[in-house]
């Protein structure tokens, strides 16, 4: 069979097997595996389409449509066929993040009340955690607290006015009064007077550090009159955003593009592996290290690597040499050479999976190529790929069966992503074709997450 032939052979059966394994085996929530419950309420902002609804704070389903009806905001939400809910269940709306995004959870209700059936709608809505009516309060507050200093300055005038009040009684007095007791008021008066100056230089010492105190008082409240009388009046940044709608709408936006980015980044997994296999052929070890970075949904990954290639690569080389000898025939030499060269070669594949299939391609081994893998059980995979596409001989063919002996999703052993691998490299090639075995070892975000930094955001 001829090495096109081959070639095409082996991306027939792969194609046949994806799409046998794409219809059959989908998985995440689909028009297939739910049914719709429809959620009306008077505000739905910080919601978006495509986002998940949670019951105890595991996904059951998604938002399908918002749309505005008769002044309300109506919700098409498609729940997982294997989630009952009744007729007296009740529609959470929560905050999700102080940057205004939310989500929707959904109690049940009781068993006992009859169950909510396809198209039928939960009645009862509420709201938890709303951030904007945690800003007015906060708003109210701040009023509250100038209105509190006002009324603290007002009743210190106060004060002071009574005192100078009741100082001139007393002189008004003591003009009436007298020489005798006029007399004794100059006592007290003399002896108020040491006390004061005995007072005084008890606090002396003490004097600048309550002047500079009031001061600074009296300018704080200075700066929070001015900042509430510009933002009142709508304008500084804060002024602006508070009261111009469009600047509003503005920081609206980029809130939520940054929690979409955030969101993003946060969710993001990330597994570390090391791999190393016994080449029969070269009889050495061949290493790799691989970042493997999964998006939130799961269903694919990107996988950055370092391969080692001990022993070099080894490639046959032929000549031809035609030589003319003078009054005779020419004459034509073949010869063939092995040469082998050392190098690190890189990975770097995009990966998408369909349930038990995952295609992935990019470059393999610093070339580029695609791959098939095929998971039908957790603890076991088969993998074919092919790469090497501008090398003088065939591309490289690779088949590679994976064992993970110790698979266990909800164990907390060090051993849970051992595994052991074998397979056949340069299947196309006669001379190069080669078996190979060995293991390897991945640790998930769970383990490294204090190394790498990427922690996936608490929900």
């Known amino acids: 069979m001829s090495r096109v032939a081959k070639i095409g052979l082996f991306v027939l059966v792969s194609g046949v097997a ?113 951030f904007a009516r945690t800003v007015d309060i906060t708003g109210e507050i701040g009023q509250e607290m ?43 008066l003399a002896s108020v007077a040491l ?26 409240l200075d700066d929070v009159q001015d900042v509430t009388a510009t933002v009142r009046r709508g304008e500084g940044n804060i002024g602006r955003a508070v009261y111009e ?50 998006p939130r949904s799961r269903r694919g990954y990107y996988e950055l690597g370092v391969v080692d290639t001990p022993g070099g690569v080894t490639r046959s080389r032929t000549t031809e040499e035609v030589e003319t000898v003078d009054g005779g025939a020419a ?16 990975n770097a594949q995009i990966a998408r999976s369909f349930g038990p299939l995952t295609l992935r391609g990019g470059l393999i081994e610093s070339s580029g190529g695609f791959g098939v893998d095929l998971r039908p059980f957790p603890a076991f995979q088969v993998s074919g790929e092919v790469f090497d596409f501008g090398a003088d001989d065939e591309p490289n063919l ?15 052993l060090p051993w849970y992503w051992v595994y052991l691998t074998g397979g056949m490299n340069n299947i196309l090639s006669e001379q190069g074709r080669e078996l190979f075995f060995g293991g390897g070892v991945r640790f998930t975000d769970e383990d490294i997450r204090g190394l790498v930094g990427l922690i996936p955001f608490g929900g």
Do not use: C, W
């Open 18 to 130: 994806g799409v046998v394994f794409i219809v059959m085996s989908g998985d995440g929530f689909s028009d297939r595996n739910t049914y719709e419950v429809e959620i009306v309420m008077d505000d739905a902002s910080g919601l978006t389409t495509n986002s998940q609804i949670f019951m105890a704070g595991v996904p059951i389903g998604t938002i399908r449509s918002i749309e505005l009806q008769d002044g309300r905001a109506r919700l098409s939400v498609m729940v997982s066929d294997e989630i009952a809910i009744y007729e007296d269940a009740t529609a959470y709306k929560e905050a999700s993040s102080l940057l205004g995004t939310s989500i929707i959870s959904i109690d049940p209700g009781s068993s006992g009340a009859a169950s909510l059936d396809a198209g039928g709608r939960i009645e009862q809505v509420s709201v938890r955690g709303d």
């Open 146 to 188: 100038v209105e509190m200093l006002a009324e603290i300055r007002r009743q210190h005038m106060v004060v002071l006015n009574r005192t100078f009040e009741s100082f001139d009684r007393i002189l008004e007095r003591v003009d009436l009064r007298s020489e005798d007791d006029l007399q004794q008021v100059s006592e007290i």
């Open 195 to 220: 006390t004061v100056e005995r007072i005084a230089l008890m606090v002396d010492d003490r004097d600048a550090d309550i002047q500079d105190s009031i001061a600074s008082l009296r300018r704080s």
């Open 245 to 294: 709608d469009e600047l509003y709408e503005r920081v609206v936006s980029v809130a939520r593009s940054t929690e979409e980015l955030v969101h993003q980044i946060t969710g993001l997994g990330v597994q570390v592996g090391f791999e190393s296999a016994y080449m029969s052929e070269r009889e050495q070890a061949q290493s790799a290290f691989s970042l493997r970075l999964l």
């Open 331 to 346: 004459t034509t030499t073949v010869s063939e050479e092995t040469v082998t060269t050392d190098e690190v070669k890189f």
């Open 398 to 412: 690779r088949a590679t069966g994976t064992i993970f002996p110790f698979y266990d999703p909800a164990a907390e």
